[in-house]
Each structure stands twice: as C-alpha cells, then as structure tokens.
C-alpha cells in the first residue's frame, strides 16, 4: 500500500489570469462524432438576431463520460449544502421568450 502512494505522480495544474476570468454562458450544446465529444459554451442575450460561441471543448468519450459523473458528484454535493436545484419554467402561458432568453430546446 506504501508503494501506491509513492507511486502517484502529482499533476501541477497552472491557471493563467486570463483563463481565471472564465467565459459566461447559459447555453451549452453537446454533439459528437464517433471518436469526439464537442461541447460548445454560448452566451445568449434577450432579443438579439445570434449568440456566440464563448469556448468549446473537445473531448475523448471516455473523458466525456468520466466529465458526467464528476458534474453529477458535484450536483449531488452542492444541493446536499445549498439544497435542491429546480428548473424554473415559464409562468405567462408558455411563452417564454417574451421578454427573455429564448431558449432553443422549449418547443
């Protein structure tokens, strides 16, 4: 068991000011090929004519499935602290680009 230990290599992980910034996004969409995952990261506004694409990821689906269930332990953790996460759906009869960020999923 002392071997084990020994035997993890530590990763240093760098974080340069400008990627500590992050990207605002409250759309993400997910497409794939058979040997990628590509997750685009998009900022949507109300009543604008397009959105930007602010970063996309590509990724192995092995690192993809392995990224699913690190995002569910987190989800589990964080409502476990701040309590349940519920989706809010719109109130004025559906429509719920009226006045605010469309989103392309509601049909």
């Known amino acids: 068991m002392a071997n ?3 035997n993890k290599k ?3 992980i760098e ?3 400008e990627v500590a910034g992050g990207h605002y996004s409250n759309l993400a969409v997910i497409s794939h090929s058979a040997g ?3 997750l685009d990261f998009i900022a949507v506004t109300p009543n604008a004519p397009q ?3 602010q970063s ?3 990724m192995t689906p092995e690192n993809m499935k392995n990224l699913l269930f690190a995002i569910r ?3 589990q953790k964080y409502e476990k602290t701040f309590g349940e996460i519920t989706q809010k759906r719109p109130v004025n009869n559906g429509n719920a680009n009226e006045g ?3 989103n392309p999923f509601m049909a």
């Open 51 to 53: 959105a930007r694409v």
């Open 4 to 6: 084990e230990n020994n």
């Open 15 to 17: 974080l340069t000011p």
């Open 56 to 58: 996309r990821i590509i």
């Open 100 to 102: 605010g960020i469309p």
């Open 36 to 38: 990628e995952f590509y």
């Open 10 to 12: 530590e990763i240093k």
């Open 73 to 75: 332990d987190n989800v």
